[in-house]
């Protein structure tokens, strides 16, 4: 059983089903609880959004890996292309619902298209669609196969801001996969030391052993401001040698050093 969040016709769930189509889904009210629900035994996988092309990171996503003791174990990249959805026509829109996150891939098109709009965030694309099936002045930013799902028609298609809006999404599970040969590996480094060059030292621990980074992301530890985490993304498994020797330095300087998981690559 994959969670996922919902309800029903999320890009969460569409990524699930990509990762494995006939399994059983079920739908929790945010990544958070996605993760923990792994992390408990309640779902054997989550899926959950990691980056996207356009808005960059998933700050909740990266801060619940940090917090829960799970692994990734896979990751789905999957092209976003968003519908304007609604039960009449353009002319009657007042407000716009969705995700923060799609509100802001759709940014341009609903500051040209509906500058007079309200705009409302929902927990997520398919929340959205549900409301809009109440309320004829609503319409949702979601995929178009949420607008069959709550009975809703596609005003517009394709209103996401660039075509290369893509997702990554990570599958989370308890258990890490097997080295397959070409791996990713993501951690997330705290260094504590604010000196200068304490980044850089950790950095050098890859670059001379050869070690592709292929994502660098700061994000609050929430101890302070202007504190933070480190989340790498490298080309490698955890169990490769050159990496297991350089994660074995950096140890020895940083205060954390958490191996989030190693998978294999889709790239
Ligand atoms: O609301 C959804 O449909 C989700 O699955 C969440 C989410 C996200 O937060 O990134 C997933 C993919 C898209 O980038 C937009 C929204």
Not at 73 to 80: T, Y
Not at 102 to 127: N, V
Request: proline share 4%; aromatic share 6%; charged share 30%.
């Amino acid at each position: 059983m994959i969670g996922v969040l919902g309800p029903e016709g999320t890009f969460s769930e569409k990524a699930a089903r990509r990762l494995s189509p006939g399994a059983e889904i079920r739908y929790f009210r945010d990544f958070e609880e996605v993760i923990s629900a792994v992390e408990v035994g309640d779902a054997d996988l989550g899926v959950v959004p990691l980056e996207n092309s356009l808005e960059g990171s998933v700050g909740a996503t990266l801060d619940s890996l940090l917090r829960h003791d799970v692994e990734i174990v896979g990751e789905i990249n999957l092209r976003i292309r968003h519908c304007l959805l609604g039960r009449g026509g353009a002319e009657g829109v007042r407000v716009i619902l969705s995700h923060p996150q799609a509100l802001a891939q759709c940014r341009g098109y609903i500051k040209r298209r509906f500058p007079e709009a309200e705009l409302r965030t929902t927990g997520s694309t398919s929340h959205a669609a549900r409301l809009a099936q109440e309320f004829p002045e609503m319409a949702a930013i979601a995929d178009a196969e949420a607008a069959g799902r709550y009975g809703l028609a596609v005003i517009e298609r394709d209103v996401q801001d660039s075509d290369e809006n893509v997702t990554r999404f990570a599958v989370v599970g308890r258990s890490a996969p097997a080295p397959t040969g070409r791996d990713k590996t993501s951690l997330a480094l705290y260094l504590e030391r604010t000196e200068p060059g304490a980044l850089w030292e950790v950095l050098g621990e890859f670059a001379t052993r050869g070690i592709n980074l292929t994502k660098i992301e700061s994000r609050p530890s929430r101890r302070a401001l202007g504190d933070y985490y480190f989340f790498i993304d490298l080309e490698g498994h955890a169990s490769d040698p050159q990496v297991k020797e350089a994660l074995a330095r950096i140890r020895e300087r940083a205060a954390v050093t958490r191996v989030l998981g190693s998978y294999p690559r889709t790239d």
